[in-house]
């Protein structure tokens, strides 16, 4: 016993260690397993029907609209909140977008025409009005305003996302991959890029190392006390940077290619505000501060070593041809203490590799990427282009580079992919003809979008069954009409194309568009108006890409059967009823070949009883002449 109690003693340490390392073995093999199972999932890619890039404006905008549809989508920011822009620019603090709080009117769709900064929902409360009672508010209210937004709809959205690589898949072609900085992978089979242009435009010129940013500028006034400073730039930028620190400085000269373009003559909102025009005064009324023109591609700024300034130099001073009698008295010949360089941003494009890359516009749009009318990046399918990123469809003519503008055009290209990726059609309402001038006059008074995107978007009245009804469908991009029924998943048929226009040679640099004879109250003279008034294009046969082509570039649509121009209106409200409603439906009423004026009952009655066609008015009224009516109407003395 005590011999086999001992074996026992000696066996158990051996089968404590056998088990020891099989029990060790197994937690190995299970600990790899977990890992790779974990590794795998960690690096698997996320599938999503649409990815949004940028929480910005824009971003959330297009992921409202997304989650109302209940769809597949998420949010992917490179920062750690909601407009992650706005925690950096305006550097000045101050936004130009106008927060008008008070119209006179209860109707929110007409407000929306003079709120610059709400975004589209259907939550009362986020209206930017609750947010700040400045006209031009602080960039923080807006910050609180898009992170309001975020939560109160409970958008998706995934922080601290920072996505490169953006690629076409390579087996299929038809759904776009990406990853982020930690490798984590994403597959989206439509991609949204809300980006905007955040990346400091820094042109390449000698001596540029000497320069400033706009982006890296100090704050603080203080340290340009008593100096001299020169800016390259002549937008709102850099005018907000003068207007910053010209109490402080000794002089402030501003150099630019162009003149300057203010936004109240040329009425495009991205020229300069006259919130950031201060320095203009101090230049005409001669109090040192300057404005001149000169090519910024072709100056050299050069420091001098004695005196650590700043001298700006150009080809012909250094090859001598600059004759003695122009280098005497040469606008810029003293030194500057400090040279800022504010020539605005450009698109982002390195999150996508080369086979995706986008291509550029030429000339002064070549800043954002080349898309088509749809919004979606050139050459390359399901990669659509929303917010300021998108201005290059209408850079310096409409408001697509500002949210008053792309909250309109984001809910555009929202209607395009639910009708090419879900099969539902633009939406629409449907009335009888007779309702077409009350429909367009309350298009005209109240709609936001085609007022903010004029000569972009446009309400397009259809007409149905034999031009006794009509469809409406609103703020459709009007350039997609030569495929119409591609975009909309609407049939074409004849219609009236409703869009707001500026007269075409009213505004513009040099433009006096505060002489006496700048608008006109005549009716019969309508076409001559330049402030934004209604225009009506009637089409009997659908207009062609070539017809696009073709038109001259004042022209907002290709040449109709009809046209019509409501004269503009010193109130913008288009209801007078014999400057305004009279043609307008005289107008209407050549298009659709028909009388749409509303008769009483009585009246249609003997009308019914006289002739042998009814106005349509009466016809949808069903007032038919049955014999019983007829031997009534004769005995009446109706009828002989």
């Not at 996505?163 to 089979?189: A, E, F, L, P, W």
């Not at 030194?335 to 995706?356: A, Q």
């Not at 300021?388 to 008053?404: C, N, P, Q, V, Y």
């Not at 073709?550 to 913008?572: C, G, N, Q, Y």
Request: overall charge neutral.
């Amino acid at each position: 016993m005590e011999a086999s109690f001992r074996c026992f003693n000696h066996l158990i340490p051996v089968t404590h260690r056998m088990l020891s390392m099989n029990f060790t073995a197994i937690l190995l093999a299970l600990a790899c397993f977990m890992l790779e199972t974990c590794w795998s999932e960690l690096h698997s890619p996320l599938a999503k029907d649409y990815c949004i890039i940028g929480a910005g404006p824009s971003g959330v905008q297009m992921a409202y609209f997304l989650q109302k549809k209940n769809r597949d989508y998420i949010v992917l920011e490179r920062g750690n909140v909601t407009g992650n822009f706005f925690l950096k620019y305006p550097r000045h603090n101050k936004l130009i977008s106008i927060n008008k709080r008070h119209t006179g009117k209860t109707n929110k769709e007409f407000n929306l025409r003079h709120d610059w900064n709400s975004l589209i929902s259907d939550d009362e409360s986020l209206l930017f009005k609750h947010y700040s009672k400045e006209f031009f508010p602080h960039k923080k209210h807006y910050l609180r305003y898009l992170d309001d937004y975020k939560k109160k709809l409970n958008l998706n959205v995934q922080f601290n996302t920072d996505i490169r690589n953006v690629h076409r898949d390579n087996k299929t072609g038809s759904v776009t991959t990406m990853q982020d900085q930690n490798d984590n992978h994403y597959n989206c089979r439509t991609l949204i890029v809300a980006t905007g242009i955040s990346k400091p435009s820094v042109p390449s010129f000698g001596g540029s190392e000497n320069t400033i940013g706009y982006e890296e500028m100090s704050m603080d006034p203080e340290d340009y006390e008593g100096k001299s400073v020169l800016i390259l730039g002549r937008g709102n930028s850099a005018f907000e940077t003068a207007q910053h620190i010209y109490g402080h400085t000794s002089l402030v000269h501003m150099v630019a290619r162009s003149r300057v373009r203010l936004s109240w003559a040329t009425h495009y909102v991205g020229d300069l505000r006259g919130v950031n025009n201060e320095l203009l005064d101090t230049y005409q009324l001669k109090s040192l501060d300057a404005v001149l023109e000169a090519p910024v591609g072709e100056v050299k700024i050069a420091k001098d070593p004695n005196t650590n300034k700043y001298r700006v130099l150009f080809p012909e001073m250094e090859d001598d041809s600059m004759a003695d009698s122009e280098l005497d008295n040469f606008a810029m010949r003293e030194d500057y203490d400090v040279v800022i360089r504010c020539l605005g941003w450009e698109f982002d494009d390195s999150l996508f590799s080369n086979s995706t890359k986008p291509m550029k516009p030429k000339g002064r749009r070549s800043k954002y990427p080349k898309i088509g009318w749809d919004q979606q990046m050139w050459g390359v399918p399901d990669i659509y282009v929303v917010g300021t990123a998108s201005h290059s469809l209408d850079h310096r003519k409409s408001a697509g580079g500002f949210i008053h503008g792309f909250r309109y055009t984001t809910r555009a290209v929202h209607n395009l992919i639910e009708w090419k990726n879900h099969g539902i059609p633009w939406p629409t309402d449907r009335y009888p003809i007779t309702q077409l001038q009350n429909t367009i006059i309350k298009r005209i008074n109240e709609g936001s979008g085609i007022y903010q995107m004029f000569q972009v978007l446009g309400d397009v009245y259809v007409f149905r069954n034999d031009a006794t009804e009509f469809e409406v469908l609103t703020e459709v991009p009007i350039n997609l009409l030569p495929k119409f029924e591609k975009y909309t998943g609407r049939p074409f048929d004849r219609m009236i194309v409703q869009v707001l226009e500026y007269g075409a040679n009213f505004s513009g640099p040099g433009n006096d568009i505060f002489r006496l004879d700048r608008a006109t109250g005549d009716p019969q003279e309508a076409h001559t108006s330049n402030f934004l008034h209604p225009v009506f294009y009637y089409y009997e046969t659908q207009p062609k890409g070539k017809d696009y082509k073709s038109k001259a570039k004042w022209e907002t649509l290709p040449r109709p059967t009809r046209i019509h121009h409501m004269v503009e209106d010193f109130l913008t409200k288009w209801d007078a009823p014999v400057s305004h409603l009279l043609p307008l439906r005289r107008f209407v009423e050549n298009c659709v070949g028909s009388d749409l004026r509303n008769h009483f009952a009585e009246t249609c009655f003997k009308m019914a009883l006289t002739h042998t066609t009814l106005p349509l008015s009466c016809q949808q009224q069903a007032v038919t002449g049955t014999e019983e009516l007829l031997v009534q109407a004769h005995q009446s003395g109706l009828t002989s």
